[in-house]
């Protein structure tokens, strides 16, 4: 079973793109607030507390024709945040540098220079970037 999934999990629960049945969205985002500000050790902190909160209850499963799996219910996200915190670091959690974005991501670039939660972002701020660079007239 591959745990960083379920920290990509988090991430779409975070960003709206998954139900949040378990009521995780505020305080996983929370958790990327704190890492992506530097705040390492009060981000380890919440994640602890989520953790006791939010208990992992593996279960085996199998659908769509696929072999027997397992499945972490309700604890699943706050499992792969920890994972992700713990074995490649809490600064691989960030929050999107775009002004209007506040979507968040997990940053498994080699050399962790991921700024932007998306393709449409980055390109986003660097027209922004353009346009004001024009009007101070550098
Ligand atoms: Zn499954
Ligand atoms: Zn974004």
Redesign the pocket.
Known sequence: MDLTSYAELAVLLINGELPDENGLREELASVFALADAGKHEEAVELLNVLLARHPVRPQISAHDGQDWHLHLSEGGPVMGLAVVVTELGADRLGV???AR???VFVDTSSNRSRR???E??AS?ANVAAYRARRKSGR
């Open positions: 999107c540098r775009e974005c506040s979507k932007y939660c998306s449409r972002c986003r």
